[in-house]
């Protein structure tokens, strides 16, 4: 990883291939606990492993609570379907499809937009704001009448909940260093793992709430939970983090600290930088930037096909509307350890190739099982297994390998918005595969999961070599061109001193 300083340097390989560069100041006296990793000099009355731990009780719970709670109301209606939902809404044929495709129509468009608000309001005011709106929003769907008001709410809630993921991931990524932000990535992210278990739960207790008030069960389940969102969102607004520079809960001692170690591992962030059209279209240049979205595209189909149809899916091993929900939560909570396993190694080897790749391997087998097995629903169920914690374990993986790989906030923000956005066009996919028709079998579903799983395969390893041939040909390079400073900030991870993490 590089260190980016002024100091005279003499660039080494360890054995992992990464590239060392020392500095005059990079001695560091061993068991010496003021001193980090990069060698700059923690504040004297904390360490750098203490600083951290406050860090992480100050960003991880709230952006996982935040997730989670986003991601539950966004995927419940495929637990509101089993308590008469399409019966009450008189929903034909693929309108139930269509409810899903809508959500996803805004949340791909906004990205980059709510990116560089998220920018401009600052996390704790954008986030919190669209937080409330999709809360209400949900409430709001358990309200609804008939079709053209189940799609008015999906639409508004892809419009408020479009933020929440690629804005929550931009900023850990402000927050923490490359080699140690896989494990609060997928700590993170694994609260949709959790919002599917817990979604399921819930959802077996509310739907036993089926008459009451004259409300069938489904819509207790959006009001219930959407209630409970706004409710947070309104307490996220006095407390929601920020990011370094306006942390004022550090002192000024410990902010110059974080932003340092920050700098010495992904150079100068340019945080007082506003994002243009132009670094938009500067940013969308980068061949790797589209590579980026096409690994995040292919594995978005099978999660949400899975998040959506998981209960459509079960039912088929016929089991009642409450053991359906019941078994869908075992997948999930399956797939949150294997996710945290995954991120653990990650980051204890510092590599992110390998753990991109493996994992997809356990995600094909399932998915080729699921193709060929139909009369063993035990060996059916348990391959869900398969499907879930190869998914699940490797998303968080490829975003933080390909987010944390793009230097500066504007390059990062952009970047970020462009990979979630433009893999969200997987869930539009997801939507349509997984048709009434298809039952019991799904043999067109899961072909075409398993397609765009070796789609996002093929891209990662594209990645891999990209990044690999930049590296060798700037270790070949002369690094130091006479660049400046603001130069050197505006090139982001294209600086010829930045080392791309493998």
């Known amino acids: 990883m590089p260190v980016l300083n002024d100091a005279p340097r003499t660039s080494v390989d360890n054995e992992k291939g990464e590239e060392i560069v ?17 060698s700059l000099q923690c504040p004297a009355h904390t360490t750098d492993r203490k ?49 899903l495709t809508i959500f996803f129509v805004p949340y791909i468009f906004f990205e980059i937009p709510s990116n560089i608000l998220l920018k401009r309001f600052s996390p704790r005011v954008w986030l919190s704001g669209c937080m409330f709106g999709f809360g209400l929003v949900s409430i709001f769907q358990g309200l609804v009448q008939n079709y053209a008001g189940l799609l008015v709410t999906r639409f508004f809630l892809g419009i408020f909940e479009t933020g929440m993921f690629p804005g929550c991931f931009y900023l850990i990524s402000m927050w923490y260093r490359r080699s140690e932000a896989q494990k609060r990535y997928s700590l993170f992210f694994s609260s949709t793992s959790l919002a599917g278990a817990f979604g399921g739960l819930l959802a077996s207790a509310i739907g ?32 929601f983090p920020v990011f370094p520079e306006d942390a004022k809960w550090l002192s000024d001692e410990e902010r110059t600290y ?41 594995l978005i189909v099978p999660a949400y096909s899975y998040a959506f149809f998981a209960p459509t899916i079960i039912k088929t091993y016929n089991y009642d509307p409450i053991q359906t929900q019941l078994h869908s939560v075992p997948p999930w909570a399956a797939s949150f350890v294997f996710s945290l396993l995954v991120a653990v190694l990650s980051d204890w080897t510092r590599h992110r190739a390998f753990f991109a790749l493996a994992p997809l391997a356990i995600t094909i087998a399932g998915l080729a099982t699921l193709l060929a097995v139909h009369t063993n629903r035990t060996v059916e169920y348990a391959v869900l297994h398969l499907v879930t914690i190869g998914t699940y374990g490797v998303l968080p993986i490829i975003v933080c390998w390909f987010q944390m790989n793009l230097g500066g906030h504007h390059r990062r923000s952009i970047g970020s918005a462009w990979q979630i956005g433009f893999g969200n066009i997987g869930g539009i996919i997801a939507t349509y ?30 990645y891999l070599i990209s990044i690999h041939l930049e590296n060798r040909k700037r270790a070949k390079t002369v690094t130091d061109i006479g660049l400046t400073e603001h130069e050197k900030t505006e090139m982001g991870d294209l600086n010829p001193e930045f080392r791309y993490m493998y």
């Open 22 to 38: 020392p500095s005059k100041d990079s001695y560091r006296p061993a068991g010496d606990s003021d001193y980090d990793e990069t």
């Open 51 to 99: 600083l951290l731990t406050r860090i992480d009780w100050y960003i991880l719970p709230f952006v996982s609570i935040m997730y989670l709670l986003a991601f539950l109301d966004r995927v419940n209606i495929a637990n509101a379907r089993s308590f008469n939902l399409e019966r009450d809404l008189g929903l034909e044929q693929t309108d139930y499809n269509t409810a």
């Open 208 to 239: 036993k709430l089926d008459g009451a008030r004259g409300y069938h069960g489904w819509r207790w389940i959006f009001i219930i939970e959407g209630a409970l969102t706004a409710v947070v969102a309104v307490i996220f607004f006095f407390i």
């Open 258 to 298: 974080v932003k340092a170690r920050l700098r010495a591992d992904q150079g100068n962030n340019a945080a007082e930088r506003k994002v243009t059209l132009h670094d938009v279209i500067q940013v969308m240049k980068d061949h790797r930037v589209w590579l980026g979205g096409f690994m995040y595209l292919g």
């Open 433 to 462: 595969i997984f048709l009434p028709g298809d039952a019991p079998y799904f043999t067109k579903g899961f072909a075409i999961c398993l397609a765009f799983v070796l789609l996002s395969g093929f891209s990662s390893v594209l």
